[in-house]
């Protein structure tokens, strides 16, 4: 889609007036693009990108802008509207397996070589970081002159140090790419070349020159030393308006399918920390977004509730546990105009509760709602999963038996209030991802999946004031084959950003399809994402159960 200059100018000027703390530099040393192969809504809902924006900022010697992947934008900054072709690094934050294409499209926009092979020098360096990133990078290994594993405060800052060093000696790109090579948690993958089997099974990794692998991830050893919070505030984001503030990392809980509790190391802020940033933002907004993999397992929970209630500061979470929830969080919510209480009970069965880890029962949601309700918090958006190893069709109708008794919550609760509230079902196909307990589980059969997606709508049919939105198992499929694929995938994300559908690239990419569907068949040799070993992966991680 061609746009015109006025398109661009017009939105630039609509996304940065509504803006406050946007950062323009004109002149630097260094420039780099900070790219969020998403939509401004989702990329600016991510601290990461408020936090790498505001490291690179601080340096005299760099300045940092910002585009995302949405028309007339993709391919240009926000901040100048200059073509990514113009900055020295570009530097991709890839949060979702289904946004790969997105990468491809931002570099063909700036009329970029997609492969690092072919590249020149007159180049911008193309790098990667982002949860996707540090869980398997081989799929878009080959478009990425560096992978950043693990967590970027640091590294980012030591790659900027070896480019400016690299141009002071006027080292060509090579030498550079071996430079950057030696940072620590610096996969460059051009480094490397995949060996296949006959069969087509991954055997290795050879490299070409460097160390061997896998990598080992950079982790921030402490985070009170890097804030991670909103730096540029604005309504057009998930957490309209809010200022939100990381309490910590990782996840204790270790449910079987979730990638955060295996690949990221458990560490929370200082409340001091905590406090100190919520100050400094009060002139920015009054209500505070709390950024944590479960609210309950911060150690100064209580204490900074206490905080936030005192200073007159409504709030909202992240993530909460059906069990943890408290009159206080929930007064905080009301006070930050929150409407709608966010769970994940993702199973509607006891079997599937103790399978996966999750161990949230039906009487804690039921209770959580109850107190939601007295609270005149009267919206309910609800996450579960469908296609879980060990399911069969009467979990998936335990589903629906749990949406009927939170109905009923909320229709008896109505009759006080006066309005009755609305329950959102959002349903996903389970996509086993790297590095969890269930990292070699079959993607579920596609017609296994719509069966199941037939029994929740024929259930939810009958149960009032209920929207139930169902991903495609089609877009699993391909999730699935992104989460955990080799560099051969990549064939994958070229067609879907050349315009064709999930459904066209799969066919098109035939039957090999299924060596990233079941991990279980591949046998001997590596997964690709042994190329990195990240920090929590053998803390508890089963072989195949």
């Not at 009467?394 to 309005?419: F, W, Y």
Request: net charge positive.
């Amino acid at each position: 889609m061609k746009t015109s200059a006025h398109d661009l100018e017009r939105y630039r000027k609509a996304r940065l007036s509504n803006e406050n703390g946007a950062i323009i530099k004109r002149t630097a040393p260094l420039r780099v693009c900070l790219v969020f192969p998403n939509t401004y809504h989702t990329g600016m809902s991510n601290l990461a990108v408020h936090t790498l924006y505001s490291i690179l900022n601080a340096r005299k010697d760099c300045s940092c802008e910002r585009s995302f992947c949405e028309e007339p934008l993709i391919g240009r900054s926000l901040e100048t509207g200059a073509p990514l072709g113009d900055f020295d690094i570009i530097a991709f934050s890839v949060s979702f397996e289904l946004d790969y294409p997105n990468v491809l499209k931002a570099l063909r926009a700036a009329r970029i070589p997609l492969r690092t092979c072919d590249r020149n020098e007159l180049h911008p360096l193309v790098i990667a970081g982002g949860p996707c990133i540090f869980s398997n990078p081989e799929p878009l290994a080959d478009y990425f002159d560096l992978c950043a594993i693990g967590e970027g405060e640091e590294l980012i800052l030591e790659v900027v140090d070896t480019v400016l060093d690299a141009r002071k000696y006027r080292l060509r790109k090579e030498p550079l790419l071996h430079n950057l090579s030696r940072i620590p948690g610096a996969y460059v993958p051009s480094l490397f070349s995949p060996v296949y089997s006959d069969d087509g099974t991954l055997m290795r990794m050879e490299a070409r020159r460097g160390d061997g692998l896998p990598i080992a991830p950079r982790i921030v050893a402490d985070l009170d030393k890097h804030p991670c919070s909103s730096v540029i505030i604005t309504r057009e984001t998930e957490f309209a308006g809010m200022f939100l503030v990381e309490l910590g990392r990782g996840c204790r809980r270790g449910c079987k399918y979730c990638s955060a509790c295996y690949t990221y190391l458990r560490r929370v802020r200082s409340l001091d920390s905590l406090t100190t940033q919520i100050r400094a933002a009060r002139p920015l907004s009054n209500r505070i977004g709390l950024v944590t993999s479960d609210l309950a397992d911060y150690p100064h929970r209580k204490e900074l509730l206490d905080f936030l209630l005192q200073m007159g500061l409504g709030f909202s979470v992240s993530s909460v546990r059906a069990d943890s929830i408290t009159d206080d969080l929930l007064e905080g919510m009301k006070a930050a105009s929150q409407r709608t209480l966010t769970l994940a009970p993702e199973v509607g069965s006891e079997k599937l509760a103790a399978l996966t880890g999750k161990n949230i029962t039906a009487e804690m949601l039921l209770a959580a709602a109850d107190m939601a309700l007295r609270h005149h918090i009267i919206h309910f958006r609800l996450y579960f999963i469908i296609g879980l190893p060990g399911e069969e069709d009467n979990d998936v109708e335990a589903i629906t038996a749990l949406v009927s008794k939170v109905q009923r919550k909320m229709q008896q609760a109505a009759k006080g209030l006066g309005k009755v509230g609305s329950l959102t079902l959002s349903v996903n196909p389970f996509v086993p991802k790297p590095f969890t307990p269930w990292q070699y589980a079959p993607f579920a059969d596609t017609s296994v999946l719509s069966k199941r997606a037939a029994i929740l709508r024929r259930g939810v049919t009958r149960v009032p004031n209920t929207r139930l939105i169902i991903e495609s198992p089609r877009m699993a499929k391909l999730q699935c084959a992104f989460a955990r694929g080799d560099r051969r995938v990549a064939f994958l994300a070229e067609r879907v950003a050349e315009g064709d559908s999930a459904a066209e690239a799969m066919r098109g990419f035939g039957d090999r399809i299924k060596r990233y569907l079941d991990a279980r068949t591949e046998g001997a040799g590596m997964r690709p994402w042994n190329t990195i070993k990240p920090p929590a992966a053998h803390r508890r991680v089963a072989t195949n159960d």
